[in-house]
């Protein structure tokens, strides 16, 4: 049942996409997207167990979704940061890790690494690159 669920979760995924990303961002709006296209292909791959979901027709055509978007920041740590500011057991970040980072990449994601940075630091690095 999972690739069928997987399918299920897309298809509810597009009208969300549409109405909260692509026509706002038509419209000229700035959408800033925390947890969008990338968190959702994630979240798919490791709740179904299926790494592979990455790569699938599915993931590529939101991908080429989010490769629209003006300005992609890709927010990360260190694995031990992850594990001290989180909730989350380390085998799950440690998974999450391993499928964001490809993702990101294949975004021209800019990647923000905030292992030794303050929250001001990060958010002034932010504000450059979208030029506020």
Not at 52 to 65: E, I, N, P, Q, R
Not at 112 to 124: C, P
Request: proline share 4%; with cysteine; charged share 25%.
């Amino acid at each position: 049942m999972r690739p069928v669920w997987s399918v299920v979760e897309f298809i509810s995924l597009i009208p969300v996409l549409i109405e909260r990303f692509v026509l706002p961002d038509l419209l000229g709006f700035w959408v800033v997207g925390d947890r969008y296209t990338p968190n959702f292909i994630v979240w798919t791959s490791i709740v179904t167990d299926n790494e592979k979901y990455v790569g699938s027709f599915g993931s590529k055509f939101l991908l080429s979704l989010a490769k629209k978007a003006r300005v992609k920041i890709y927010v990360t740590a260190d694995i031990d940061e992850l594990n001290r500011r989180s909730r989350e057991n380390t085998e799950f970040l440690t998974c999450q890790v391993k499928l964001y980072g490809p993702l990101a990449k294949a975004l021209n994601a800019y990647t923000l690494d905030t292992t030794h940075k303050s929250v001001e630091n990060s958010f002034q690095e932010i504000k450059l690159l979208v030029d506020l």
